[in-house]
């Protein structure tokens, strides 16, 4: 996820420059070509070169009107063409698949949720599954328009972001590293695996981390004037992502936003990691349950049933229950005050299970954190229940696909489509 490299050829500083053009009227338009040129820093004639090339793809269109009130002569305003190009989120559970299809304006315009029975440690077989919805979702899209027998070009799916439970190199491959939750002991490069069962060329497939999609979901879903948050969600141990001024922070290799390995304790227990005493030892679910008495039930019944009692025994005030979560958020304040001292980011969102043990947790952080709040209060530092519940996964990963054909809208074929 982190910026390209700077383009070297024409070709490839005309692909950005596109970006550019369409980005800007995306998040700022209608305007004019004058107004584009001088956000974008181009000069006149290549906007308007750029302009016909976006048109020619489907993505852009002039308003009747002329727009009034801009110096020289008067130039129709350029909108944002949303429905021309179609962007889609796939995202593994253990059970299913979660598919989102959203327009260029961010609108979700489909949602489903596809049952898969694969065995553990299969990824072709999982890259089947994820191939079939993507060919499907294409199909439909082209049919659906057909049938609307409207003279706008039809819709292309041009960009696809599966959401995956692990963490993925920043290689050109997109590598997953490990999945541990899906049986993948070794290196996969799902996307190739994807890639090459698709019928056709025209659908890039990218591969995220879903805790990294989920943290930039929030960020937008936040619309705070902050330039970046840290999302800690607990669920299968702790996940999470960075975000720094307004993207990924993706590290050396892509795999940064740990924060379940942030070493809380000195003498604290052995860790699978290889360190000792992390925060994942005493606020990841298994640790709380284990703290509460639960850890029978977790195993018998599931997580769900363990967090429904453990949500019951904290209403009653169950004196164990309520140490579990106090021990849970010492660790997590413990973890807070590393993370921001490193990263300097005022916002610190608690998702998955957290969210539902926020009022048990808030309480401890906030008394753990006075003192840092006290002696810089302009920081302002905010610990918030995350906003978009189990939706961040896939809502992140469809934002992940639209900024990218935003930013690269050559992806969107001139005139008809191929599919
Ligand atoms: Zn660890």
Redesign the pocket.
């Given at each position: 996820m982190d910026p390209a490299p700077p383009p070297t050829d024409s070709a490839a500083i005309r692909r950005r420059n596109l970006g550019l053009v369409l980005r800007h009227i995306a998040d700022h338009g209608p305007c004019a070509r004058t107004e584009v040129a001088a956000a974008t820093g181009l000069a006149h004639g290549s906007v308007t070169a750029l302009v016909a090339d976006l048109t020619d793809r489907g993505l852009l269109r002039e308003d009747d009107a002329l727009r009034s009130g801009t110096r020289g002569r008067p130039g129709r305003p350029l909108r944002l063409e949303p429905r021309r190009a179609a962007v889609a989120a796939v995202q593994i559970t253990s059970e299913h698949l979660r598919v989102a299809v959203a327009d260029l304006a961010g609108t979700v315009v489909q949602r489903e949720t596809v049952p898969h029975d694969l065995a553990p440690g299969t990824p072709a077989a999982m890259a089947d599954a994820i191939a079939a919805v993507i060919t499907r979702i294409a199909a439909n899209l082209a049919e659906r328009t057909d049938t609307d027998r409207s003279s706008d070009p039809p819709a292309v799916l041009a960009r696809v972001a599966i959401a995956m439970a692990g963490p993925v190199l920043d290689d050109a491959a997109q590598t997953v590293v490990v999945a541990p939750d899906f049986g993948w002991m070794t290196e996969v490069r799902l996307r190739d695996l994807v890639a090459a069962r698709l019928p056709g060329p025209a659908v890039t497939v990218d591969v995220v981390n879903d805790a990294n999609a989920a943290a930039l979901a929030e960020f937008h879903a936040l619309q705070r004037n902050s330039r970046g948050l840290v999302l800690i969600e607990a669920g299968t141990g702790i996940g999470g992502g960075v975000v720094i001024d307004g993207r990924i922070h993706t590290g050396s290799h892509g795999i940064a936003g740990e924060p379940?390995?942030i070493?809380v304790a000195m003498d604290g227990p052995d860790?699978?990691?290889?360190?000792?005493g992390?925060?994942?030892?005493y606020a990841a679910p298994e640790a709380v349950f284990e703290a509460a008495g639960l850890t029978e039930l977790l195993h018998h019944k599931g997580l769900q049933a363990a967090q429904s009692e453990l949500l019951t025994l904290l209403n009653c005030a169950d004196p164990v229950a309520l140490t579990a979560l106090d021990t849970a958020a010492q660790a997590l304040s413990a973890a807070i005050l590393s993370i921001t001292a490193l990263l300097d980011t005022d916002e610190v969102v608690l998702g998955g299970l957290l969210y539902d043990w926020f009022p048990w947790l808030a309480p401890t952080i906030d008394a753990r954190l006075s003192g840092r709040r006290a002696l810089a209060p302009r920081l302002g530092l905010r610990i918030t229940p995350a906003t978009l519940g189990t939706d961040g996964i896939l809502l992140g990963a469809l934002g992940f696909a639209r900024r990218a054909v935003l930013a690269d809208p050559a992806v969107v074929p001139t005139g008809s489509n191929e599919w």
């Open positions: 379940g390995h070493p860790c699978v990691c290889g360190a000792r992390c925060l994942a030892c």
